[in-house]
């Protein structure tokens, strides 16, 4: 049987209940996963017994001439999100940790807004979502369509998380609950099940690297379990403006600002020390010009997929690096958030 563990990454010490940071260290939890791998999604998420949305998604992946494709657009708000909303508030409701009714705040920069807002929504709970003045304001737009209020905020990134974290509503960051990030071990899932041959390379949009760190564990289940010799190149893949994760690796010293990947913001992520160690080993970490993720998109459109700037860089990267067929883009979102 499937069994979980949190734990703080650094010191190792468990989640005692619904800490977001360790008791013993103040650093962040992550999640492991052992034991066999089961053919049915949901049963290898041993702390869901019903899932809110149906985890046997399936999302289409599609092979061109040039490279195959994850499409996670065909996600109900059209974003990867809400596999990790999914596991979140699954979770969160059958501990008993939110109720009906009660208020509930987020932060994001949008994509994680809208699915933090339709989950909300499913649950009757109160959400806010704290957004910085400069969202993209059709993710705005979709939130509020969910019942959601807004509070815009001026500062960073940090004051945005600040304002979510202070607001005397119960704050549910995704960022921190590893049961969000833990979401996305079933796109890794999928692409065992859907590919005949696993692919060279996966190209992943990078922001605070939760996506990065699900493929990854995802992976790690196949591999641990023998079913995959291998793992895949992961590739983490930034715009040169907001590319925290980047520079760290490369001791750069920039401050992130602004891409027209909106979805991408270049803060250094929250577990940037697990991350860095696991990029170094399986994979590599690029940053693209605003030019080239704006023709990235362009490109993209020419063989019928509209996806955002924010996962078209993962085509911007393909061409840079002349990568061969046998490569895999993950399409995080729908371009309908960037009209
Ligand atoms: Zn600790």
């Known amino acids: 049987m499937v069994l979980t563990k949190v734990f703080c990454f650094k010191c190792g010490s468990p989640r005692e209940e619904f800490e977001l940071l360790c008791n013993t260290?103040?650093?962040?939890?992550?999640?492991?996963?052992?034991?066999p791998y089961e053919k049915k999604t949901q049963d290898?998420?041993?702390?869901?017994?019903?899932?809110?949305?149906?985890?046997?998604?399936?999302?289409?992946?599609?092979?061109t001439d040039l490279f195959s494709a994850k499409l996670e657009y065909f996600n109900p708000t059209l974003s990867y999100k809400d596999r990790g909303m999914n596991t979140l508030f699954?979770?969160?409701?059958?501990?008993?940790y939110i109720t009906k009714g009660e208020q509930?705040?987020?932060?994001?920069?949008?994509?994680?807004?809208?699915?933090?807002?339709?989950?909300?929504?499913?649950?009757?709970?109160?959400?806010t979502v704290f957004a910085s003045k400069s969202a993209n304001a059709n993710k705005l737009k979709q939130i509020e369509s969910y019942g959601s209020k807004i509070k815009k905020i001026e500062g960073s990134r940090k004051d945005v998380e600040d304002s979510a974290r202070n607001s005397g509503m119960k704050y549910l960051g995704h960022q921190y609950w590893p049961e969000f990030?833990?979401?996305?071990?079933?796109?890794?899932?999928?692409?065992?099940?859907?590919?005949?041959?696993?692919?060279?390379n996966i190209l992943i949009p990078f922001s605070t690297g939760t996506l990065y760190l699900g493929i990854f564990e995802g992976f790690s289940h196949l591999l641990q379990n023998?079913?995959?010799?291998?793992?895949?190149?992961?590739?983490?893949?930034?715009?040169?403006?907001?590319?925290?994760?980047?520079?760290?690796?490369?001791?750069?010293?920039r401050e992130p600002s602004s891409s027209i990947a909106d979805a991408l913001t270049g803060v250094l992520p929250l577990r940037h020390t697990l991350l860095s160690s696991i990029i170094k080993t399986y994979g590599r970490c690029e940053t693209l010009t605003e030019d080239e993720i704006i023709q990235g998109k362009k490109d993209l459109a020419k063989?019928?997929?509209?996806?955002?700037?924010?996962?078209?860089?993962?085509?911007?990267?393909?061409?840079?690096?002349?990568?061969?067929?046998?490569?895999?883009?993950i399409l995080t979102g729908h371009g309908i958030k960037n009209i």
């Not at 949008?110 to 699915?115: E, I, Y």
């Open 104 to 127: 509930v705040s987020e932060d994001s920069s949008g994509n994680a807004g809208a699915s933090f807002a339709l989950f909300s929504k499913m649950l009757d709970l109160k959400p």
């Open 181 to 200: 990030y833990d979401g996305f071990r079933a796109i890794s899932y999928e692409i065992f099940e859907q590919m005949e041959k696993l692919p060279d």
């Open 303 to 329: 063989v019928g997929i509209d996806c955002e700037y924010s996962s078209a860089i993962t085509y911007s990267a393909l061409r840079k690096f002349n990568l061969n067929k046998n490569s895999l883009l």
């Open 25 to 35: 260290c103040n650093s962040p939890f992550i999640i492991r996963v052992s034991g």
């Open 226 to 253: 023998g079913l995959i010799e291998s793992m895949p190149a992961l590739w983490a893949l930034q715009p040169e403006r907001a590319s925290g994760m980047y520079n760290m690796l490369n001791n750069i010293a």
């Open 90 to 96: 699954s979770f969160l409701r059958e501990k008993k």
């Open 44 to 63: 290898n998420f041993d702390y869901i017994e019903k899932p809110l949305f149906p985890m046997d998604l399936r999302t289409p992946l599609i092979k």
